[in-house]
């Protein structure tokens, strides 16, 4: 009992939960990395935690948890299902956790549009065995009252909505008007919508215009530039719209090394070079690649023009090794 005496140490613990909820807000994948393998070794290490001290060991469980939703787009299948079937509370009413997003990340992983609607119905089927309360107040399913969980709120919205794809006027009449929501406070309202925001989105399929996961940049038939956003074209930025319209004029991807992504303002000593004497680097045209990796800095990683830009650049290096 020495080890969990030790695990159950009040500094201890309000470390892990400041940790476990900065992971989540601040989307730190390599913290989670480490906190998922910490938490790891300590029920490796004690395989009596849960039977010797149950509800510390859904502490930690908890912490774990976290950890895994901000790595999602990196877990194995079965991992994924088990968070939606037993831990999507956790995220559900986080402003700072996008869960779609994450699980459109671990979408991409599937090579064939097949798989990821398969995989899409899985997560599908392990919400309608979710069994954790979301609301406070029992619901009217059908003729019976049941208690506010994710899987019987799910089996009242589509006995009232229907299996198919829902309409948005559909949707939020629903939300607001249902017997079953038409009561209930707004922050309660707010996680159902996320909830059913995700069930919709599940149903699309991913060779569906509209459904596709990815992000990437299009010339559209008329010659203007898009980012292509879930099958949707977006506007974007216009000083993105002519990088691209500038690579594209190029004809492709030059073939140079790496060595023009790094800062050429100063010398391997630290001193700054002078502008008037040219470089190597300098004499070499412009790549592509450089241009983007430069335009990455204008945008927020967190914007559609970043990720568009990043998939960009990982593409045109993909192409660049096979030359």
Same mark, same amino acid.
């Given at each position: 009992m020495s080890v969990i005496n030790n695990l159950q140490d009040p500094k201890l613990?309000?470390?892990?939960?400041?940790?476990?909820?900065?992971? #989540?807000e601040q989307d730190?994948?390599? *913290?989670?990395?480490?906190? #998922?393998?910490?938490?790891?070794?300590i029920f490796a290490s004690n395989p009596d935690f849960k039977r010797e001290s149950p509800e510390l060991y859904n502490q930690y469980q908890t912490y774990l948890m976290r950890a895994k939703f901000v790595c999602l787009f990196e877990l194995e299948e079965n991992e994924v299902l088990e968070l939606m079937e037993k831990y999507l509370v956790l995220v559900l009413d986080n402003p700072f956790y996008n869960i779609y997003e994450k699980l459109? $990340?671990?979408?991409?992983?599937?090579?064939?549009? $097949?798989?990821?609607?398969?995989?899409?119905n899985k997560i599908r089927e392990s919400l309608?065995?979710?069994?954790?309360?979301?609301?406070?107040?029992?619901?009217?399913?059908?003729?019976?009252?049941?208690?506010?969980?994710?899987?019987?709120?799910?089996?009242?919205?589509y006995s009232k909505l229907g299996i198919d794809r829902v309409d948005v006027l559909a949707f939020n009449q629903y939300l607001v008007n249902a017997e079953n929501t038409k009561n209930?406070? *707004?922050?309660?309202?707010?996680?159902?919508?996320?909830?059913?925001?995700?069930?919709?989105?599940?149903?699309?399929?991913?060779?569906?215009?509209?459904?596709?996961? *990815?992000?990437?940049? $299009? #010339?559209? +038939?008329?010659?203007?530039?898009?980012?292509?956003?879930?099958?949707?074209?977006?506007k974007i930025d216009a000083n993105l719209q002519r990088l691209i319209e500038e690579i594209v004029a190029k004809g492709g991807v030059s073939a140079q090394d790496d060595d023009l992504f790094l800062d050429n303002s100063s010398t391997a000593d630290g001193q700054p070079v002078n502008s008037d004497v040219p470089t190597a680097a300098t004499n070499l045209p412009v790549? +592509?690649?450089?241009?983007?990796?430069?335009?990455?800095?204008?945008?927020?990683?967190?914007?559609?023009?970043?990720?568009?830009?990043?998939? *960009? #650049?990982?593409?045109?290096r993909k192409n660049q090794k096979n030359v």
């Open positions: 613990l309000g470390d892990l939960q400041a940790l476990s909820e900065m992971v #989540i730190l994948v390599s *913290e989670s990395r480490d906190l #998922i393998s910490t938490i790891n070794q459109r $990340a671990r979408l991409q992983n599937f090579d064939s549009l $097949a798989a990821r609607d398969e995989f899409k309608l065995k979710n069994h954790s309360k979301i609301t406070s107040e029992k619901i009217m399913v059908g003729t019976i009252m049941q208690e506010p969980t994710v899987a019987n709120w799910l089996k009242d919205y209930l406070e *707004e922050a309660d309202r707010e996680k159902l919508k996320t909830l059913f925001t995700l069930f919709e989105k599940l149903k699309m399929s991913s060779s569906e215009t509209g459904g596709l996961e *990815e992000n990437f940049v $299009a #010339i559209l +038939p008329d010659k203007s530039v898009s980012l292509i956003s879930g099958g949707m074209p977006t790549s +592509p690649l450089s241009v983007l990796s430069a335009a990455l800095d204008d945008y927020s990683p967190s914007s559609l023009e970043y990720k568009a830009i990043k998939q *960009e #650049i990982e593409r045109l």
